[in-house]
């Protein structure tokens, strides 16, 4: 079918974040073999390096350029989005599930009177129509939902779906637009980015990482795979459960509302598997779950499994480890 797709890329702090890759490299194959454009629009000022970073993966690239969009603010992405859509006539309008993306795209959405679908983890035309693959009762089922026919569809997409290699294709189709605000009609003001205290530990960049689940019990136990992370070598991470009962900061988070993590080996301990965890880990080399329940959906997605309980088996790992050394 014939039709474009717009990406509305992400940056922060001088980078393109990944989820964007993912979505041009992912989406780009998908437009593709269904005969779709794929263009994209960035919002930013003087970042002429990610125009030229962005345009050879794209039919076109549209760069909006004013002081305003220096970071996101609803209201400034919204007013400048709008015309740009209505001119452009994209079928598809796809963002990452991302903070950004949740808050933007039931805005677009509600502003244009179009569909809006959320977190979406593939899609597809049938029969004309839209369909995309959703997660239900926190990953325990996938379901398909067809949209109602529309001119556009607002689409989030989760982070770890696709790959983020994209294929360069050597042409740089740029158009760029100069958008002119009335801040005086906005109710929102960018003040400042309020970043989290840094611990000194980044587990994104581990080379061996250490994860544990709310099967550990409680604070005092932790110390059973901090004695593991220390003899590999490896940072430890938690799952959200762990985070939010403050045995660990906030920073050791992995998955999908915390870091995305890519070591060479990732232990999970004690950790059930839920998607929202998987999608953070999934992309490790190597995968090592330890789990009582044989049944837990963290088996799913690693390549080696041990059944029983972490308290006999982390130990045992962990004097073998050093017996080595």
């Known amino acids: 079918m014939d039709g474009k797709i717009l990406v509305v890329i992400e940056h922060r ?4 974040r990944e989820i964007s890759w993912e979505l041009l ?18 919002l930013g000022y003087n970042q002429e390096e990610f125009v030229d970073e ?5 039919s076109k690239l549209y760069y909006i350029e004013d002081k305003s969009l220096i970071v996101y603010t609803w209201e400034y992405y919204l007013n400048a989005l709008i015309p740009l859509i209505k001119k452009v006539g994209p079928q598809l309008i796809i ?12 805005r677009l959405s509600a502003s244009m009177g179009s569909p809006y679908l959320p ?28 949209a109602i026919p529309s001119e556009h569809y607002f689409l989030t997409l989760r982070s770890g779906i696709f790959n983020p290699g994209v ?10 637009i100069a958008h002119k605000f009335d801040p005086e009609k906005f109710t929102t003001k960018f003040l400042e ?10 587990i994104s960049k581990a080379d061996i990482v250490i994860g544990v689940g709310r099967g550990i019990g409680d604070k005092d136990k932790l110390k059973v795979v901090e004695e593991l992370a220390e003899a590999t070598g490896g940072a430890l991470a938690a799952t959200r459960p762990v985070i939010d009962n403050g045995w660990l900061s906030g920073e050791r988070q992995v998955g999908q509302s915390g870091k995305t ?9 004690g950790i059930s598997g839920a998607s929202q965890h998987n999608i953070g880990v999934k992309k490790s080399e190597t995968i090592v779950a330890i789990n009582v329940d044989p049944r837990a959906p963290i088996y799913r997605i690693a390549h080696y499994g041990i059944v029983g309980d972490l308290f006999e088996i982390v130990p045992a790992i962990t004097a073998k480890i050093r017996s080595m050394k």
């Not at 702090?13 to 393109?16: A, H, L, Q, V």
């Not at 490299?25 to 960035?42: C, D, F, N, Q, Y």
């Not at 991302?98 to 808050?103: F, I, K, V």
């Not at 977190?119 to 996938?142: A, M, P, S, T």
């Open 54 to 58: 962005l345009a050879g993966s794209l």
């Open 13 to 16: 702090e001088n980078e393109i």
């Open 167 to 176: 294929e360069r294709k050597g042409r740089k189709q740029v158009e760029k």
């Open 25 to 42: 490299s992912g989406i780009g194959r998908w437009a593709e073999s269904h005969k779709m454009e794929l263009e994209g629009v960035l």
């Open 193 to 202: 980015l309020i970043k989290p205290p840094q611990e000194g530990v980044d």
């Open 95 to 106: 963002l990452g599930h991302t903070s950004m993306g949740m808050d933007l795209g039931p």
């Open 261 to 269: 993590v890519k070591p060479k080996l990732y232990i999970a301990c």
């Open 119 to 146: 977190d979406c983890l593939d899609l597809e035309f049938n029969e004309g129509g839209l369909v995309v693959i959703r997660e239900l009762f926190g990953g325990k089922l996938n379901c398909k939902v067809k």
